[in-house]
């Protein structure tokens, strides 16, 4: 450290983790702050899930393969990294998606929105639901308002609101695809805000829905073609990691580095190091899994640790398929399938990655890639290798109408990897970032607090970062 610097230390090197170091360094340049800036990742490589691969000629994602456009913070991110250029929305011919129902793929209804829909005739004329099933869903629009307040479950909501055909047959695969979770324990005001609004707002639901696409038709009328809804670049998902690296070269990248221990002493914190040796800090920045940052704050503060230790977490694992065109009797046609727990399947969901985003596969491939985990997949998860290669290209196999091997198939399992925001979480949460703000210099971002997607982790790196750079210019200069 130079004499007069401060010294900012993040924990954890995934897309909160880089976008956290890209904003202190940015915001340390405008306040004329010296500070140095160091990020500990115990992996060997920065970018948590987001990892592209290239095989038989396709481009490969391990993690996430896109993020919403409708949260800001993603496509700003990207436009102030030079990569706006390289941002392509879903192929607009592929805008649909399938759900798996006896075994054969239906269409999602035209203007289905996760929950439930806002076009009624593509609803009327689905055989997604039964003719009793939809004259529930139908109820909605004449049901009360829910009485009181609190947080109740997403299947709670949607039980209550649609009744549990809608559940069953299209909420909960569609939240497992998203959460890898279980809709009866997951929070409705964590998960899905924008569904409790339109119920305190509007009564109904499906009114609320089709107010919202008028408004929607209005404002693209007026403002001109905007993004699509789900974003992806056109070299991968890694290209946001390796231009958060290339901007970080006034910053310190220590991988292999695996923080074990954290105590305050003389004014700074003391950040142990397994193997041995300390790192100094006067700010702290933990972007980590939570069950992570609870071993780290045990000392520290004990709430805080429990609280963190207390957010329950899902595994996954993808499988990304090359096989070639004539291989696969499916058109392709869509964006891809979830399946519903009541289909009794490891496979979660199936995206048509060649389909979905242009330049994925070459002329005469396909790239298909397979979910497997969440609530219902611990047993297929802890099978060997091959044998759960075997089992979903066998669930595959009669529903695309799949002839012959893969020419590829690469598997990658995320153990603990998502975070469920279960019933009451915002509260817990506003909880431990109280109790970090009550340590000196300590601030908390990641995907287990306030959303899990890309848009999420960069909202909450900037706002833990703005927090510590209030409180670092607050400072006296250090003595170096």
């Given at each position: 450290?130079?004499?007069?610097?401060?010294?900012?230390?993040?924990?954890?090197?995934?897309?909160?983790?880089?976008?956290?170091?890209?904003?202190?360094?940015?915001?340390?340049?405008?306040?004329?702050?010296?500070?140095?800036?160091?990020?500990?990742?115990?992996?060997?490589?920065?970018?948590?899930?987001?990892?592209?691969?290239?095989?038989?000629?396709?481009?490969?994602?391990?993690?996430?393969?896109?993020?919403?456009?409708?949260?800001?913070?993603?496509?700003?991110?990207?436009?102030?990294?030079?990569?706006?250029?390289?941002?392509?929305?879903?192929?607009?011919?592929?805008?649909?998606?399938?759900?798996?129902?006896?075994?054969?793929?239906?269409?999602?209804?035209?203007?289905?929105?996760?929950?439930?829909?806002?076009?009624?005739?593509?609803?009327?004329?689905?055989?997604?639901?039964?003719?009793?099933?939809?004259?529930?869903?139908?109820?909605?629009?004449?049901?009360?308002?829910?009485?009181?307040?609190?947080?109740?479950?997403?299947?709670?909501?949607?039980?209550?609101?649609?009744?549990?055909?809608?559940?069953?047959?299209?909420?909960?695969?569609?939240?497992?695809?998203?959460?890898?979770?279980?809709?009866?324990?997951?929070?409705?005001?964590?998960?899905?805000?924008?569904?409790?609004?339109?119920?305190?707002?509007?009564?109904?639901?499906?009114?609320?829905?089709?107010?919202?696409?008028?408004?929607?038709?209005?404002?693209?009328?007026?403002?001109?073609?905007?993004?699509?809804?789900?974003?992806?670049?056109?070299?991968?998902?890694?290209?946001?990691?390796?231009?958060?690296?290339?901007?970080?070269?006034?910053?310190?990248?220590?991988?292999?580095?695996?923080?074990?221990?954290?105590?305050?002493?003389?004014?700074?914190?003391?950040?142990?190091?397994?193997?041995?040796?300390?790192?100094?800090?006067?700010?702290?920045?933990?972007?980590?899994?939570?069950?992570?940052?609870?071993?780290?704050?045990?000392?520290?503060?004990?709430?805080?640790?429990?609280?963190?230790?207390?957010?329950?977490?899902?595994?996954?694992?993808?499988?990304?398929?090359?096989?070639?065109?004539?291989?696969?009797?499916?058109?392709?046609?869509?964006?891809?399938?979830?399946?519903?727990?009541?289909?009794?399947?490891?496979?979660?969901?199936?995206?048509?990655?060649?389909?979905?985003?242009?330049?994925?596969?070459?002329?005469?491939?396909?790239?298909?890639?397979?979910?497997?985990?969440?609530?219902?997949?611990?047993e297929a998860l802890a099978l060997a290798e091959g044998e759960l290669i075997r089992r979903l290209v066998e669930d595959l196999?009669?529903?695309?109408?799949?002839?012959?091997?893969?020419?590829?198939?690469?598997?990658?399992?995320?153990?603990?990897?998502?975070?469920?925001?279960?019933?009451?979480?915002?509260?817990?949460v506003e909880e431990m970032e109280r109790l970090a703000a009550e340590l000196p210099g300590v601030a908390l971002a990641g995907?287990?607090?306030?959303?899990?997607?890309?848009?999420?982790?960069?909202?909450?790196?900037?706002?833990?970062?703005?927090?510590?750079?209030?409180?670092?210019?607050?400072?006296?200069?250090?003595?170096?």
């Amino acid at each position: 450290m130079t004499p007069g610097s401060r010294r900012a230390v993040v924990l954890g090197g995934g897309v909160a983790g880089l976008a956290a170091c890209f904003r202190l360094l940015q915001g340390a340049r405008e306040r004329g702050l010296p500070l140095e800036v160091v990020l500990l990742e115990a992996s060997l490589r920065v970018g948590g899930a987001i990892e592209t691969a290239r095989a038989g000629g396709c481009l490969l994602e391990k993690g996430p393969d896109c993020f919403l456009s409708v949260k800001p913070e993603g496509v700003a991110l990207c436009r102030e990294l030079g990569l706006e250029g390289q941002l392509i929305g879903t192929r607009p011919e592929c805008r649909r998606s399938f759900i798996l129902r006896g075994g054969r793929l239906h269409p999602v209804p035209a203007g289905f929105y996760l929950l439930a829909p806002s076009s009624l005739t593509p609803f009327v004329t689905s055989p997604v639901f039964s003719p009793l099933g939809k004259l529930r869903m139908a109820l909605d629009l004449v049901l009360p308002r829910r009485r009181g307040a609190g947080d109740e479950s997403l299947a709670s909501f949607v039980r209550r609101r649609l009744g549990r055909e809608a559940l069953d047959r299209m909420a909960q695969p569609m939240v497992a695809g998203i959460y890898a979770a279980d809709p009866e324990e997951l929070s409705l005001e964590a998960t899905m805000p924008q569904f409790l609004e339109m119920e305190r707002r509007h009564r109904s639901v499906i009114l609320a829905l089709r107010r919202r696409v008028a408004q929607a038709r209005g404002a693209a009328a007026a403002s001109g073609p905007r993004y699509a809804l789900f974003l992806s670049l056109a070299g991968g998902m890694e290209t946001l990691v390796e231009a958060l690296r290339e901007r970080l070269l006034g910053a310190s990248l220590r991988c292999g580095a695996r923080a074990v221990g954290l105590r305050r002493e003389g004014g700074r914190w003391r950040v142990g190091l397994e193997g041995g040796g300390e790192l100094e800090a006067d700010a702290l920045c933990a972007a980590l899994p939570a069950h992570a940052g609870s071993k780290l704050f045990g000392e520290v503060s004990p709430r805080l640790s429990a609280l963190l230790g207390g957010i329950p977490y899902g595994s996954v694992a993808t499988l990304n398929l090359v096989f070639r065109r004539d291989r696969v009797a499916h058109p392709l046609d869509g964006t891809g399938f979830v399946v519903p727990a009541a289909e009794g399947r490891p496979l979660m969901a199936c995206s048509f990655s060649s389909s979905k985003f242009a330049g994925r596969a070459p002329e005469g491939k396909v790239l298909l890639r397979a979910f497997a985990g969440g609530a219902r997949g611990g047993e297929a998860l802890a099978l060997a290798e091959g044998e759960l290669i075997r089992r979903l290209v066998e669930d595959l196999r009669p529903v695309l109408g799949l002839s012959g091997e893969p020419e590829e198939a690469l598997l990658q399992r995320y153990g603990r990897a998502m975070p469920h925001y279960t019933v009451g979480h915002l509260g817990r949460v506003e909880e431990m970032e109280r109790l970090a703000a009550e340590l000196p210099g300590v601030a908390l971002a990641g995907s287990a607090y306030r959303g899990v997607g890309i848009p999420d982790c960069a909202a909450g790196a900037a706002a833990a970062v703005a927090r510590l750079l209030d409180q670092l210019a607050g400072l006296a200069p250090a003595a170096g």
